[in-house]
């Protein structure tokens, strides 16, 4: 590659999301907006490499330092996100983003690299695959046919969110999402995301970031904050109340969601990563995604292996089992300062 590898400037925000847009292989994860995110909402350092070439960029990757003394040191592309990697033009763009990256690995005297993508092929880069499975598929054109398109028992939970006065609304208050997601993940054993991370997203994002919320009787049962990004809507960070459960809350509220999304033109459904096996995987699975095998490369520094820092890792069992006995005020005040170190 004849060019250049510098720092993304704050005013280049613009070009590079306008080269992340129109790249085929680029992700609603690529775009700059996350850098001001991560660093405003958890104070990790970031690498914004950009590669230009007679002054045109021809290539982007967003790069994250998450240190911590529970989980460790690594770059990640891109941290709390599902998907990174580099984009690029070509493969001397791509050969030489990738150097750059793995300099400031070393100088940084990280673990290792995480690329939350599938491109690299080099040996040098060791594969996890087996963990998630990502899901995605066509909206149908009209809303008659999404209906139809829902397997038999889905479609009848569906009917019967439906049928017990469910309504869903746009929400701008990310108190109600972030009460309903906060008991939902302590269910689960996870921490979680503080609301001003939300809040953040918002107003980072825009009408491209959006939550919906499912109410019963002006009660808020369920929420969902999506991404949206060219023709495809991303239910992303969501979760629902016992109540929602027993009404169909849940089903109803990605019901609503991607009946408004054929509403406004968007083609594409893609209901994320989830971990093979697990509830939310078999949720999907049940709707009539097909689940597709995701992997991520890793490139070790410092590290010896791989890290495995997810919730199914069984050296986790006790503390999730502690976590979920715990009260949810004091979940809410520790959740975000647990989980700005896993990235």
């Known amino acids: 590659m004849?060019?250049?590898?510098?720092?993304?400037?704050?005013?280049?925000?613009?070009?590079?999301?306008?080269?992340?847009?129109?790249?085929?292989?680029?992700?609603?994860?690529?775009?700059?907006g996350w850098r001001r995110v991560i660093e405003t909402a958890f104070g990790?350092?970031?690498?914004?490499?950009?590669?230009?070439?007679?002054?045109?960029i021809c290539g982007v990757l967003p790069l994250t330092q998450v240190k911590s003394l529970l989980f460790g040191n690594s770059l990640i592309s891109n941290a709390f996100c599902v998907q990174g990697g580099i984009i690029a033009d070509d493969a001397a763009t791509y050969s030489t983003l990738e150097?750059?990256?793995?300099?400031?690995?070393?100088?940084?005297k990280v673990g290792c690299i995480e690329f939350r993508s599938q491109d690299c092929t080099e040996p040098r880069w060791q594969m996890r695959t087996g963990l998630y499975a990502t899901f995605r598929r066509q909206i149908a054109p009209d809303i008659e046919a999404g209906m139809k398109a829902i397997p038999r028992k889905q479609r009848a939970v569906v009917r019967k969110g439906i049928a017990s006065g469910l309504r869903a609304e746009?929400?701008?208050?990310?108190?109600?999402?972030?009460?309903?997601y906060a008991q939902s993940v302590r269910q689960l054993g996870t921490p979680v995301f503080s609301a001003r991370y939300f809040q953040l997203l918002k107003d980072e994002f825009g009408?491209?970031?959006?939550?919906?919320?499912?109410?019963?009787?002006?009660r808020p049962i369920a929420s969902v904050l999506s991404f949206y990004f060219r023709d495809a809507v991303l239910p992303y960070y969501g979760?629902?109340?016992?109540?929602?459960?027993?009404?169909?809350?849940?089903?109803?509220?990605?019901?609503?969601?991607?009946?408004?999304?054929?509403?406004?033109?968007?083609?594409?459904?893609?209901?994320?990563?989830?971990?093979?096996?697990?509830?939310?995987y078999e949720f999907k699975r049940n709707w009539g995604f097909e689940p597709t095998p995701l992997g991520y490369a890793f490139y070790l520094v410092n590290s010896r292996d791989i890290p495995d820092n997810n919730p199914l890792n069984s050296k986790y069992k006790v503390a999730i089992g502690l976590w979920r006995r715990l009260p949810l005020s004091l979940t809410k005040i520790l959740g975000p300062l647990i989980v700005r170190s896993i990235g």
């Open 170 to 180: 746009i929400d701008e208050n990310v108190e109600r999402l972030h009460d309903i």
């Open 239 to 280: 979760g629902g109340l016992q109540e929602a459960r027993v009404l169909g809350g849940n089903d109803f509220m990605y019901w609503e969601l991607m009946r408004r999304a054929c509403e406004r033109g968007f083609r594409v459904f893609d209901f994320g990563r989830s971990k093979i096996g697990t509830g939310s």
């Open 2 to 32: 004849n060019g250049s590898v510098t720092l993304l400037e704050p005013a280049e925000g613009p070009a590079w999301d306008a080269f992340v847009r129109e790249s085929p292989s680029a992700t609603f994860f690529h775009l700059s």
């Open 44 to 56: 990790h350092r970031t690498f914004y490499l950009v590669a230009r070439r007679r002054g045109e």
């Open 99 to 108: 150097a750059e990256a793995i300099r400031i690995a070393t100088e940084l």
């Open 207 to 218: 009408q491209a970031c959006e939550i919906l919320t499912v109410v019963r009787e002006s």
